[in-house]
């Protein structure tokens, strides 16, 4: 006898709607995995979370008499475990007051752990699931995400999977969480795509559909500005209550990303002034996005001054509803700076 379920040899596309989703997710019939007893020198308390590949486990340090948190991984393969390992200390090398501290990196038993900051307050997803954010809360957003974001640049880190979920607010600012973990689909999956609205396991697709850039949907190099782009979702997102980028599938959300423009951002001064700048870290050529998070981050604290002093932004509203025809011009006029082309003017 194997022990295996006879459904687990079911193919996704065979699999009822509820069971389906367990597949995507990793652990289809699967009983919940016992929580050990120890983990290193960490006497484990019990589980905040779980997610495809991992779990965050509530632990005690006994010897510095703290609480932690301890990120785990449930099953375990030399690729996996390569990631997990790589992403871990790429993120521990990073000290910045916005992204989540690493306390420690080791394994136990043979799997790879790290240990964290027990974070008060709650991500940016759970608060959205109330309402938006206000213009001046999303400022505030923003200026955390982003100072993290280029402190990870700055380190030659790209994060490729930043989302409500992997921010996380606490009375003293936003912290970054969670650096890509990598996640991968088995190869069937593909054709239950169609009903998925979660992809966050590479090999297939590295990212979450909705925030992820054109270039990494596409399977392009990516580099920091797919981060900016994401940073663009997550703010349009904290400040409407909705992707900029919706579908009832995760297909519909990467089409409209590669071939739509999100609605203009409109209402009261302080929200409509923002849409310029969110609009460009939403641009689907890396060219045309922000060269930095420092450089968004000047944009969005721009807007928002010119908008508190009453006096007229740039105008685009000519463009309005021509935004894919504006990012052309824009990609234009940076080759041409950049010595790759050159701007012919022709006047009647």
Not at 2 to 11: A, F, H, K, Q
Not at 186 to 215: H, S
Not at 219 to 238: I, M, T
Not at 250 to 256: I, M, P
């Amino acid at each position: 006898m194997s022990g295996r379920n006879e459904d687990d040899e079911r193919t996704p596309a065979s699999l009822p709607r509820w069971r389906l989703f367990g597949w995507l997710l990793g652990e289809p019939d699967r009983e919940p995995q016992a929580l050990p007893k120890r983990i290193g020198r960490y006497r484990v308390l019990g589980q905040i979370g779980e997610g495809g590949m991992g779990r965050v486990l509530l632990a005690s340090d006994d010897t510095l008499r703290r609480k932690v948190a301890l990120k785990t991984l449930k099953r375990m393969d030399k690729s996996a475990r390569r990631r997990f390992l790589r992403e871990a200390r790429a993120a521990a090398r990073i000290s910045h007051p916005n992204v989540c501290p690493i306390f420690e990196v080791g394994e136990a038993g043979g799997r790879p752990f790290l240990a964290m900051e027990l974070l008060p307050g709650e991500t940016l997803a759970a608060r959205l699931r109330r309402e938006p954010l206000s213009p001046t809360e999303a400022l505030d957003l923003a200026e955390d995400l982003l100072a993290a974001l280029g402190a990870l640049h700055d380190a030659g880190v790209v994060h490729r999977d930043l989302k409500p979920s992997n921010i996380f607010l606490t009375p003293h600012g936003a912290k970054l969480l969670d650096f890509g973990l990598a996640r991968e689909l088995p190869g069937d999956v593909a054709r239950a795509l169609a009903t998925a609205t979660d992809l966050t396991r590479p090999g297939l697709i590295i990212g979450t559909p909705g925030y992820m850039a054109p270039e990494q949907i596409l399977g392009h190099a990516v580099d920091a500005r797919a981060d900016l782009f994401a940073a663009g979702a997550v703010l349009y997102e904290a400040l409407t209550g909705h992707r900029p980028f919706r579908g009832e599938s995760a297909v519909e959300a990467l089409s409209g990303t590669l071939y739509e423009e999100p609605p203009p951002l409109a209402g009261a001064p302080a929200l409509a002034a923002l849409d310029a700048p969110i609009r460009r870290a939403l641009a689907k050529k890396p060219a045309v996005r922000y060269a930095s998070a420092r450089d968004m981050a000047g944009a969005l604290r721009e807007a928002a001054r010119v908008a508190a002093a009453g006096t007229p932004g740039p105008a685009r509203e000519a463009f309005v509803g021509r935004q894919g025809e504006l990012a052309w011009l824009e990609e234009r006029f940076a080759a041409s700076a950049a010595g790759a082309g050159s701007v012919v003017f022709v006047t009647g």
